[in-house]
């Protein structure tokens, strides 16, 4: 699951106005963004095996501290927490929390089953989504154009960064989904961490967007926005 977490991530603007697009879009992402020093750490490895999944090559060995329910539990409850202490804003905090969480219930659908439940538990757990191309297309630019459709009508452009900087965005994240996903494997696990490092810039890219917009208060399910 790639764009999916993105579509959960704009979509949560909805009921989340107060928190940046760059704050959702770093919850959705969290286990995915820390992935990488977990990697580099050598406490979790992943292995390229063309085949192993329809659409994705990777055999992921080992990962609970990024991707057991559990560590999802733990980091959501972490960021929502750290959200809470410096804005008081209850619900943003909540949505951040379910947003960290929901990541593991997309990869549970998406992934074999490969994910545990706690670091030490041999269970392993997934609904194989990505056995098949077309229902993993079909399920992940639905969730990324529901995202960016509630995105756009809950927030305004401010200026012309803010409607070119959200166009920017999805076509990147769609150019960058598609040659993941019929491109070829990547080169090494060295390269899949770099990889993942680079995810920092599109939450930094979503934080740019966020400023140059601001919430319809009409359309946010919350009312209360506040910058
Ligand atoms: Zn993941």
Known sequence: MFIGHFGVAMAAKHVAPAPSLGTLVMAAMWVDLMWPLFLFLGLESVD??????????????????????LAGALWAALLGGVYYA????????????????????LDFVAHRPDLPLWPG???????????????????????????????????RAR?????????????????????????PPPPSPEAIAYTG????????????????RTVDSHQAFAGSAHA
């Open 48 to 69: 390229i095996v063309p085949g192993v999944t329809r659409v994705v090559p990777l055999d992921f060995v080992s990962y609970p501290y990024t991707h057991s329910l």
């Open 121 to 155: 538990g041999t269970a392993r757990f997934g609904l194989g989504m990505w056995n098949s191309m077309p229902l993993t297309l079909a399920v992940e630019l639905v969730l990324f154009g529901f995202g960016a459709w509630m995105y756009a009508r809950t927030t």
């Open 86 to 105: 410096l804005r008081k804003d209850r619900v943003g905090a909540a949505w951040l929390g379910a947003l960290v969480l929901s990541h593991w219930v």
């Open 197 to 212: 490092l680079a995810l920092w810039l599109l939450v930094a890219w979503a934080y740019w967007i966020d400023r140059h």
């Open 159 to 183: 200026d012309r960064i803010g409607s070119l900087s959200f166009a920017g965005l999805l076509l990147g994240l769609l150019i960058i989904y598609m040659s993941s996903v019929f491109g």
